[in-house]
């Protein structure tokens, strides 16, 4: 089935009126992604639907991209959650300094003079909003948000975001007093969510509210990913591209490897193939028989690349 880099027909139906500015936090620069049609799909039922949607997939097969590849494309807002094992829900959202407003609170009683806007008598100043929490900031178009991998918190983190990425579609700051809140709903962030599965399956009441997809590894599409990647600069030749894919695939069907190559060590050994000569030595060539040139590009963990090597 022929693939076709991230396309969007439903999102611009929802709004009235389109934007003429273009917002301070889309992205500046493209993210080639090609996507097979059933992935475009899911990609236009979470925004028709306004449900997050998630990822799963093994490393290395996409998943973090495709929310930037959508908001580059649709010109929205990016804004890019990292999850950590210590994360909790209220990150995502908000953060507010306490001690920072004591510390201005004590320089002003003291004469001193802060050396910023900030004013200790409007906490407002003292608030920083997270990824999610820019996103419903956003008032005149959906933002997109990417909460990456979601499966490093601890269980209750996926049920405390179902409190926010649902009706009423609103948090509330207590140290200020704020409801933020998305009145219209085609103002509703766009979410992707992305998942390795690292401690089981999520909740079962958080898996109801997305549209899930499972992401399979693109074997069939490396080439064509090499083509978008160099798309606007020159490229290797076509022979290199099919040695250097046909290659790679009989890497990652190594069933013994601990640790498979994915399209991110892919395109950095494209590029070192490409281009990377030393002085006095011939460029690498790759064939079947061989070991692969630039093992430090595909090999990470020491089992694999001792196998590999022979070091």
Not at 116 to 136: E, H, S, V
Not at 179 to 202: D, H, W
């Amino acid at each position: 089935m022929p693939s076709s880099t991230v396309k969007q027909y439903i999102f611009h139906c929802n709004l009235k009126e389109q934007p003429k500015d273009e917002h301070e936090d889309v992205p500046n620069t493209p993210e080639p992604y090609i996507a097979t049609p059933e992935l475009i799909r899911a990609v236009n039922l979470a925004i028709y639907l306004r449900r997050p949607l998630l990822l799963e997939g093994e490393a290395g097969c996409g998943k973090t991209r495709l929310a930037r590849a959508v908001a580059y494309e649709l010109r929205l807002p990016f804004y890019r959650w990292d999850v950590r094992s210590t994360s909790k829900a209220q990150e995502g959202l908000y953060s507010y300094d306490a001690i920072l407003r004591l510390h201005d609170v004590e320089v002003k009683r003291h004469g001193g003079e802060t050396g910023t806007k900030r004013d200790p008598a409007n906490p407002k100043d003292y608030r920083r909003f997270g990824p999610l929490g820019k996103a419903f900031c956003v008032e005149d178009r959906p933002a997109v948000v990417l909460i990456d991998e979601i499966d490093k918190a601890d269980l209750d983190f996926p049920n405390d975001l179902l409190a926010v990425l649902d009706d009423p579609w609103e948090f509330k700051i207590l140290e200020t007093e704020e409801t933020i809140a998305i009145g219209n709903p085609a103002l509703r962030p766009i979410v992707f969510i992305t998942s390795n599965k690292e401690k089981g399956n999520l909740p079962a009441p958080f898996l109801r509210r997305c549209i899930y997809f499972f992401l399979k590894f693109p074997d069939q599409q490396l080439e064509a990913i090499i083509n978008a990647h160099y798309r606007d600069k020159k490229g290797p030749n076509a022979d290199l591209i099919k040695a250097a894919a046909t290659k790679f695939l009989d890497v990652r069907q190594d069933s013994a490897l601990f640790k498979k190559p994915g399209t991110s060590e892919f395109l950095d050994w494209v590029e070192a193939l490409r281009g990377f000569e030393l002085p006095d030595q011939k460029p690498p060539t790759v064939s079947p028989e061989a070991l692969p040139p630039y093992p430090s590009l595909l090999f990470k963990l020491r089992a694999d690349w001792l196998k590999y090597t022979g070091a």
